[in-house]
């Protein structure tokens, strides 16, 4: 079996701060990692995704995320947050037999002026 | 190119009516995913199809949800007698042929069960 936990349904961070989202997962074999980002009434959209290759991973619109074996986390960073980065983030993993998602419950980031 | 397309993008019904909703795949995709997003039970997977092989079905809540994949593309997602927990935004996803290729999400339907 596997699962995600995301620490902190809601975060808020102020313009140009650094943005920090915390995901931790558990798996049995190794997994396969995602962060996908959901503006409000619209579908997912990924950030990145983590398949074994390098343990730092960069995404979209300046977004990176860093795989830990020994700590089981894939914590999702932005140096400068932006207005526009307000959405709500999950975090997935993944372990074969077809791919399915398993998701976190989700963070709402909140950038402030 | 186009994305993966969902319709209708709002339903609304009353209990214990059936309700079909669509997804059109990206064009060539191989693999097609099932998901729910409600406030109670957060993303979960309902069913998936991988070509020609049996759906896995494992994520189906009751015998009331069915879907099939017509011809290798299109989808329909089947709720029969719907109950008021059924309203969710039901999302579908499709992924080409490789075991690391992304899943791109369509919009989504947002179903309410009155």
């Known amino acids: 079996a596997q699962s995600v936990t995301q620490l902190g349904s809601h975060v808020s961070v102020s313009e140009g701060a650094l943005v920090l989202l915390r995901c931790n997962y558990s798996?049995?074999?190794?997994?396969?990692l995602f962060w996908y980002v959901q503006y409000p009434n619209q579908g997912l959209q990924l950030l990145l995704k983590y398949t074994s290759a390098a343990t730092l991973v960069k995404g979209i619109n300046g977004f990176e995320a860093e795989f830990k074996k020994s700590e089981t986390s894939f914590h999702l960073t932005k140096p400068s947050a932006h207005m526009s980065d307000a959405a709500e983030y999950f975090c997935?993993?993944?372990?074969?037999?077809?791919?399915?998602?398993?998701f976190g419950t989700g963070t709402q980031l909140k950038v402030e002026l | 190119g186009a994305g993966v397309s969902q319709s209708p993008s709002n339903k609304v019904t009353e209990k214990g009516k059936d309700v079909e909703l669509r997804c059109d795949p990206i064009s060539g995709h191989t693999a097609l995913y099932w998901y729910r997003q409600s406030l109670g039970q957060g993303l979960e997977f309902l069913i998936y199809f991988q070509g020609n092989s049996a759906p896995d079905k494992s994520g189906l809540p009751s015998d009331r949800f069915s879907a099939e994949r017509t011809g290798g593309s299109v989808s329909t997602l089947t709720i029969q007698r719907t109950q008021q927990e059924d309203s969710a935004v039901y999302l579908c996803a499709s992924r080409g042929r490789g075991s690391t290729d992304t899943q791109y999400f369509g919009p989504g339907t947002r179903l309410t069960v009155l």
């Open positions: 997935a993993v993944s372990t074969g037999g077809g791919n399915k998602l398993t």
């Open positions: 798996s049995s074999v190794p997994p396969y």
